[in-house]
Every structure is written in structure tokens, then in C-alpha cells.
């Protein structure tokens, strides 16, 4: 048992620092280590640093798969295949491509965009044609690094890509875009489509459809903003992520399938194969499963238990659970040197290393009800911690949903998903009634999902996200809850959940301040936070959709950063009413009832202010002045932005939006008083940030929020010269990710870079100009 542990020691400890050895340092030690472990002495202890060289070497091979940034935005003609199930959402549809013989600095995997519409560099590429999974094309295609928005809080998409191996982004251009040939015959993701496409021909119409692609092939793409909400307010995501309990069932309907074929063999076959065959069944049914569903974390982890139980029984050897806990972990470890990266890495063996601490050591019998019970009882204290630290939420009524839900979906909607997709194939209508009957349960179950999601206090769902430290601490705690009846203090271990409950900290004194400037991308989102008081000025891109078909960043970047506050906005302003200003605000108005919000539209909406000059007023130790646009104006679009000026101790920021060397010129001629940080209008583009608003503003920073290597080339050079003319330092959120400004009321200025405060192995580093103190 010593050797999995250090093996997985080795193993995952790399993604604990944040950067790694040379390759060629990492060779010498492996040599070094190797033979070491010659000597039978030091042979275990060399398990670790092997295994800690070995996933290093990983670790910098697919860092050098990533598109090198000289390359960024350059156009290729690639042949390769279509990797993924094609996802189409509105006008566009996104899947993964894997080219073939390319460059040497092409990355093997692409993150495809294929738009219906879409303009750049004059060109427009119209329509998409039919795509499918394991399809051969030649695309015309434009690379881009896998850089992500990176904040203090908030989604790392930087993570997910690295974690995935997605090597570039990519977007499909006007030119040579020809399907070469179908799919391979043995590709995966063919038949995974293919089976999908089955049962959309068998029954589509079925209630909640969706619900059981999800189920049936991991094919979680139709599921809604509205399903995905249920799930996780119930804390019941996990029962459509196929894992051990769903290839449990498939393993269960393998191996009576098995038995049922030993029935029609000859007493003496059956003699011989009595024991292997219906094992043997099973074993392919789980792989069956397994591959339909893609084979992701949790279906890798569920399948190698099976397999070391089959090989246990078949070879009638006998192994401890917690043994054949560790062997899968490291299996999986060695199958996936980057499951470490995936939430669901780790709540895949959390929850099975439960189940074993709960029920491997005692004995006696033990109720069904009570086992019940005791399991999610103890998987859901467990979670919750997990939860807060990897998506700042937790599940009030997780416990009594998933006494529901799971004997729902693992006597009656799985079992009748597994039977139908072989019958499907077979004439008749018996998959038909199956996959309908499936359908209309979950269905069923949904509704009541929905109704206990409506119990989620507001706190926990969007919780502040806890320390490393403080997880574990709880997560300690858990486990000595769980411990049997009789041993002594174990119920000391609700105190140690108390750092997760504990309210986020006072870290603002008096006259203290952030200036928060969101990294949305091509948008705007600045959060300013005082002791007491907080203001949202712009809501970052989105549609302006809310519910199916919208997109905003409220839940993945803009509400972690206003929890992790421990205060709610007291005033949110929406500049104007261009999208990647104003493309949250219908979240954030739902989201947040109780604010005050205030706005610059062409028309007044119900329950926001307009922005009307001159008006004041006070927020905490804040004066907020808005500046324009005066009553009577019209609506001018950019030129009609709610320029918000906010002063305090040692404090003063000006907010223009997008306006332009007009706005800024009249602002200029009516007395434009100085302010320490001037968020630079427009996103630095050319047309403002004019020097009449720098000479009157005088400011010691300007802010610039622009996406990376955005279309539109924001900050324009000759801004950037205007500010370095007059020796203002400019901060770009593409570079440094989020800025945060600190004030500390006495006219002194700390900042701070997301990027550098966040490094990871996997991050892209902060540009060279994030530098100040």
C-alpha cells in the first residue's frame, strides 16, 4: 500500500508549484533517481520522486503543444478530424479538431469557433454545413493562444484548457473549408453521435430528452441554464455525470446477462466457464458504457475498480477496499496525468473513499434505510467544502434530494436507458416505451428537483470560496463526524467547519478602498468596495438574454468577485446600452434586487434610474458625481455614456464609459477636476482618450480593459503615447488579467495583478509593463 501512496504523492505534487524543472534538468534526475532505485534499500523511497520527474516531463511537453505567442492570430489551411460532438449554439458551433501533419508548432488539439455570420478583416463566412463527429475537413482556420479572463475570483478557464489539452483556439475564415471524408469506422465520437442520433430517431419527442443523452452518452449539451441551475441548487449534478453508480448498473446488467447466457450451454461449458463468464460480461458492459460516455474522470476511476475486482475474483485473490481505492487512483493518475486539474477528480474518490470509511470497518447488520442514510449523509458533509472551494456553492437540500433522486435514477430511469439502447437497434417498439417511460420519470424528477432548488438559500449558492487550509480543516472535520458511535469527541468536528461558515473578513479600514477592474474580456466591469459601501460601475459582454440562449459573466466572473467582498452592490450603473457594457445587467437586476441601479438607454427601463447630470450623492465615506449626460441631451450611444466621477479620502476615480474627444473636451470646458485613476474611455481606442481629458484629469494611473489580442487592436498606439507623453502609467487588463487598486485614504496607491498573484504551472505570465508596486 506504501507504493500507491508515494506514486500518487509523486504524482500530483507538481501541480502544487507554479512553475517547473527544465526538461533536460528533469532527464539527469530521472537517471539520477533511477538508479538509485537499483538499491533494494532506497528502491520505495525513489517511487515519489519519480513519479513527482515523470509528471513533470508531462507537464512541460503540453506546455510546448500550446501555440507559441509569435504565432498568435496567424491563418492556417490544416487538414484533421473532428474530435468532439459538434456543439451549435445560436450562430455559432464550437468543437474540438485534431489536425494532421501539420507545422511543428501546430498545437494537436484545437478549441474550433465556426460561425454563421461573422465579419472580420472584410471578410464574412456564411453558413454552417452539416458537421459530425470524426469527420475529416480541410479548414481554413485562424489560431489564437488558449489565454483566458483571469481575476481574484472567479472560473480559470486558462485550467480548463491546459487540463483538456487544447492547445490553441481557433476560428474558421473565409476560404479553402472542404470536407475531405466520413467518419472512421472505429472512431469514438462517431458512435457516440451515432447512438445519440438512434435514439433522437426512436424517441426524441420523450420528455426530457435531454436528460437522457446526458445519461445515456454523456452528452450534456442540451441540458438548460434553467437544468443546470436545478442540479446544482440539489446538489444533484452528479447522478447525469456517468460515474460508478451508473457503471455499476451497466456492470450489474452485464453480469446477469452473463448468467442468463450460462442457461443455454452444456452442464460441462457451463461448469468451466460458471464463474468467468458472467464477470467477463459485466466487464464489457462497463466498457461498453464506458466508452459511450467518453471515457471521462469518473468512468475511468469506475471502471478500473471494476476491473481490479473482476481480476480479484477471477484470480480468487483478496484485496482490502482501500487498496483498490489507491490502485485506481494511481491508475487514473497514470492514464491522466492531468485528472488533478478536474474538480471531478477529486470528488469521484472523496466520494468512494467515504463509502469505504463508513461501511469497510463496521460490522454488524446494518438497516438498508439506515445505509442509506448514512452514506449521503456522509458524501454530502464531505462535498460541501469541495464544493465552496472549486465552485463557491453549497447544497442546502442536497441530503433529502438525493435520498430521492438517486434510488430514482439507479432503480428505475438508468436501468431502462441501458436496456433500450441495444433493443433500439432490434425491430420492434420495446426501446421505444423504455426510453419514453425514462423520459417521463425524469421528467417528473426534475419538477420536484425544482421545487427543493427553491428551498437554496441566496448564501449558499454563491458562497465565498474558501482557503486551501480551511477546506481541509473541514473536510477533517467530516470525517471525524463519521466516525462510529462511542468514540469520543467526534462531534467536535462541527466546530471545524466554523472557517468555512465564518463571514468574509473585514480587510478594509476605515478610508480604505479597492478599485477592482474586472478581466472581462472586450467589456467593462469595475467593482469599487469600501468598508461599507460598494459600486458596480458596467456589468461586463454578454446577449442581453436572459435565460435559454443568453450569455453574460455575472455567475463566473462578476458574482465570485462581489461575494469573495462579503458585501452586495449598493449601486450598479450601466454605462450605455452596448452589449459588452450593459450585457449582464438583466442577471445582476435579478441577482441583485435590493441595489440601487442607474443607467444611460435610449428608452427608461423599469427599476433603473436614468443617468442624468449634474446629480450627487454620498456612499459611505464616498462623494459619486455624475457628469454627464446632461438632461435634454438625446441619446447618442457611445457620446451618451454615464460619465461617473467618485471621490474620497486620498480617492478619485473618473468612469467615463466609451465616450469620445467631444464628451471629453466639453467635460474639459466645465471645470473637469483631477482624479488619482482614470479608467481610459472606449478601451483605449483612438477616438478618446483625447489630451485635453488627460491635462485636466492629471491622473497617476489609467486603466484599460481589453480583450487579449482583440480585433480591434484596443489601446490604439497613438493613445498609449498620449499617456506616456504626459508620464501616466497604463495598466491593461489583456496583460496583467484583473487589477486591483488599493487606496488606503491617505493619497497612497497599491496594485495589484491577478496574474501575478494567481500563478499556476499552467498560467499564461503577467506582461512585463504589470510592474508597479
Not at 491546459?162 to 490553441?168: R, S, V
Not at 462497463?286 to 460516455?293: C, N, P, Q, R
Not at 477496499?321 to 497514470?334: D, E, M, R, S, T
Request: net charge positive; hydrophobic share 50%.
Amino acid at each position: 500500500m506504501k507504493f500507491w501512496i508515494l506514486l500518487i504523492a509523486g504524482a500530483v505534487s507538481p501541480f502544487l508549484f507554479v512553475s517547473t524543472l527544465p526538461s533536460s534538468t528533469v532527464l539527469w534526475l530521472l537517471l539520477v533517481s533511477a538508479a538509485t532505485a537499483l538499491v533494494p534499500a532506497c528502491r520505495i523511497y525513489c517511487v515519489a520522486p519519480l513519479c513527482f520527474l515523470l509528471a513533470t516531463l508531462s507537464i512541460n511537453e503540453r506546455l510546448s503543444e500550446r501555440l507559441p505567442p509569435e504565432h498568435n492570430g496567424s491563418v492556417h489551411t490544416l487538414n484533421g478530424i473532428i474530435a468532439s460532438l459538434p456543439d451549435r449554439r445560436g450562430d455559432v458551433v464550437r468543437f474540438r479538431f485534431r489536425p494532421e501533419r501539420a507545422a511543428k508548432y501546430i498545437p494537436s488539439l484545437l478549441s474550433v469557433s465556426w460561425y454563421a455570420d461573422r465579419f472580420g478583416d472584410n471578410e464574412r463566412v456564411n453558413g454552417i454545413p452539416p458537421l459530425r463527429a470524426g469527420q475529416r475537413w480541410r479548414l481554413q482556420l485562424e489560431l489564437r493562444t488558449p489565454r483566458g479572463r483571469v481575476n481574484f475570483h472567479g472560473v480559470d478557464a486558462e485550467r480548463w484548457y491546459f487540463a483538456n489539452g487544447i492547445g490553441a483556439r481557433a476560428l474558421v475564415k473565409k476560404g479553402d473549408n472542404e470536407l475531405l471524408a466520413g467518419p472512421d469506422v472505429f472512431d469514438l465520437q462517431h458512435w457516440r453521435e451515432k447512438v445519440l442520433a438512434k435514439m433522437s430517431d426512436v424517441a426524441g419527442e420523450a420528455p426530457a430528452f435531454r436528460v437522457l443523452a446526458a445519461l445515456a452518452i454523456a452528452d450534456r449539451r442540451n441540458l438548460s441554464k434553467h437544468d443546470r441551475n436545478i442540479l446544482a441548487a440539489t446538489g444533484t449534478g452528479h447522478l447525469l455525470a456517468i460515474s460508478g453508480l451508473h457503471i455499476g448498473l451497466a456492470a450489474a446488467l452485464g453480469f446477469y446477462t452473463g448468467r442468463l447466457g450460462l442457461l443455454f450451454m452444456t452442464l460441462g461449458f457451463r461448469q468451466g466457464v460458471g464463474v468467468v463468464l458472467p464477470w467477463v460480461t459485466a466487464w464489457l458492459a462497463a466498457l461498453s458504457y464506458s466508452a459511450l460516455s467518453g471515457f471521462g474522470v469518473s468512468t475511468q476511476r469506475a471502471l478500473i475498480m471494476l476491473t481490479v475486482a473482476t481480476l480479484v475474483v477471477l484470480t480468487r485473490r483478496s484485496i482490502h477496499p482501500l487498496q483498490a481505492w489507491l490502485v485506481a487512483l494511481a491508475l487514473v493518475l497514470i492514464a491522466d496525468p492531468f485528472a488533478p486539474l478536474r474538480a471531478g477528480f477529486w470528488f469521484s474518490f472523496c466520494c468512494v473513499a467515504v463509502l469505504i470509511m463508513l461501511f469497510v470497518p463496521r460490522h454488524g447488520a446494518v438497516p438498508a434505510w439506515r445505509r442509506v442514510l448514512l452514506a449521503q449523509a456522509g458524501i454530502s458533509l464531505v462535498m460541501a467544502p469541495l464544493g465552496m472551494y472549486w465552485f463557491q456553492q453549497a447544497s442546502l437540500p442536497g441530503l433529502v434530494a438525493n435520498l430521492v433522486a438517486i434510488p430514482v435514477v439507479s432503480v428505475l430511469v438508468v436501468p431502462m436507458i441501458l436496456l433500450a439502447l441495444p433493443l433500439m437497434w432490434l425491430p420492434g417498439s420495446l426501446a421505444v416505451y423504455l426510453l419514453n417511460a425514462a423520459g417521463h420519470v425524469s421528467a417528473w424528477l426534475l419538477l420536484f428537483l425544482d421545487g427543493l432548488g427553491q428551498m437554496q438559500p441566496a448564501f449558499f449558492s454563491a458562497t465565498r470560496s474558501p482557503g486551501l487550509l480551511a477546506v481541509v480543516i473541514a473536510m477533517f472535520g467530516a470525517v471525524l463526524l463519521m466516525l462510529p458511535r462511542g468514540i469520543p469527541g467526534r462531534f467536535l468536528g462541527l466546530l471545524l467547519f466554523l472557517p468555512l461558515m465564518w463571514p468574509a473578513k473585514p480587510w478594509l479600514d476605515e478610508g480604505h478602498a479597492y478599485i477592482d477592474m474586472l478581466d472581462v474580456g472586450q467589456g467593462l466591469a469595475v467593482l469599487l468596495t469600501t468598508q461599507n459601501f460598494q459600486l458596480l460601475y458596467d456589468t461586463g459582454p454578454g446577449n442581453g438574454i436572459l435565460g435559454e440562449g443568453g450569455w453574460n459573466l455575472v455567475d463566473n466572473t462578476i458574482r465570485p468577485m462581489i461575494t469573495a467582498s462579503g458585501r452586495h452592490p449598493d449601486v450598479i450603473v450601466a454605462s450605455h446600452a452596448d452589449l459588452d457594457h450593459a450585457g449582464g445587467l438583466q442577471g445582476l437586476l435579478n441577482t441583485y434586487r435590493d441595489a440601487r441601479f442607474i443607467g444611460s438607454f435610449p428608452e427608461q427601463r423599469p427599476g433603473i434610474e436614468p443617468c442624468i447630470a449634474p446629480r450627487e450623492w454620498v456612499g459611505g465615506n464616498l462623494v459619486l458625481t455624475i457628469l454627464h449626460p446632461s438632461s435634454g441631451l438625446p441619446y447618442l450611444g457611445n457620446r451618451s455614456s454615464c460619465v461617473l466621477s467618485v471621490r474620497g479620502p486620498g480617492l478619485g476615480i473618473l468612469l467615463g464609459g466609451d465616450i469620445d474627444e467631444a464628451v471629453e473636451r466639453r467635460l474639459a470646458s466645465r471645470g473637469l477636476a483631477r482624479h488619482d485613476v482614470l479608467v481610459a474611455p472606449h478601451h483605449g481606442s483612438s477616438s478618446s482618450s483625447s489630451r485635453v481629458l488627460i491635462e485636466a484629469v492629471q491622473p497617476v494611473l489609467a486603466l484599460v480593459s481589453a480583450a487579449a489580442d482583440n480585433r480591434y487592436a484596443f489601446p490604439h498606439g497613438d493613445v498609449l503615447a498620449r499617456y506616456a507623453a504626459a508620464d501616466v502609467p497604463v495598466l491593461n487588463t489583456a496583460q496583467c488579467g484583473g487589477l486591483r487598486i488599493i487606496a488606503d485614504g491617505r493619497g497612497g496607491i497599491k496594485v495589484r495583478f491577478a496574474r501575478r498573484v494567481h500563478k499556476a504551472i499552467w498560467r499564461y505570465p503577467a506582461d512585463g509593463s504589470c510592474n508597479l508596486p
